[in-house]
Every structure is written in structure tokens, then in C-alpha cells.
Nanobody
Framework: QVQLVESGGGLVQPGGSLRLSCVAS????????MGWYRQAPGKQRDMVAS???????NYADSVKGRFTISRDNAKNTVYLQMNSLKPEDTAVYYC?????????WGQGTQVTVSS
């Protein structure tokens, strides 16, 4: 079972930036699609950004132009750079790894955007 550990969440003012990191255990990272999801209180978990093994990226419309997903296969790490943060970005952010149609999830990291 792959383990994913997220970090980088916290409290930030509107307009600020944060960078989330997710480190994966094991040897499947380079062969896995990676994604970031978020879940606000009382809402479903939604995809924020994803990146394939070939580096092809996809973003939710709400974060296009503000968030950037990237990966470093040498470090088994996926990143989410979040700029121009808004209060509506407040949520728990989860890292996802998909390998051969099997999903693994991290424990989540809280991002709060508030003045």
C-alpha cells in the first residue's frame, strides 16, 4: 500500500500563496498519475489539478491561471503551487495517486484563506 504524506497547508490572507507538497512511498510514483483534490465542510471532494506520468496537466476551472501542479519523480513528490488565493479555496486538500486503476489518498492538509 502506497503512503502519501501532504504538507504545506496553513492560514493565509486573500491574495496570498501557498505550496503544497505530497511525498509518496514505494516505487510506483513514476508510473502513477497524481492529483490534488479538496473538500470543504459540507461539500463533496472535488478534483483541483492532475498530472499524468507524461506531465500532462488538467485543472478545475475555478483554479485555472492561479494554481500549478508539478511533479519530481526523483523525489517521489507532487506539488501544488497556489497563488492569488481566495476565501473559497478554503478546504482540506488531499493528494491522490492512481496506479493501475487503484487509488491511494493522503491524510489531507488544511488550507484556510481568511483575513
Amino acid at each position: 500500500q502506497v503512503q502519501l504524506v501532504e504538507s504545506g497547508g496553513g492560514l493565509v490572507q486573500p491574495g496570498g500563496s501557498l505550496r503544497l507538497s505530497c511525498v509518496a512511498s514505494g516505487s510506483t510514483f513514476s508510473f502513477s498519475a497524481m492529483g490534488w483534490y479538496r473538500q470543504a465542510p459540507g461539500k463533496q471532494r472535488d478534483m483541483v489539478a492532475s498530472i499524468t506520468i507524461f506531465g500532462r496537466v488538467n485543472y478545475a476551472d475555478s483554479v485555472k491561471g492561479r494554481f500549478t501542479i508539478s511533479r519530481d519523480n526523483a523525489k517521489n513528490t507532487v506539488y501544488l503551487q497556489m497563488n492569488s488565493l481566495k476565501p473559497e479555496d478554503t478546504a482540506v486538500y488531499y493528494c491522490n495517486l492512481r496506479f493501475r486503476s487503484m487509488d491511494s489518498w493522503g491524510q489531507g492538509t488544511q488550507v484556510t484563506v481568511s483575513s
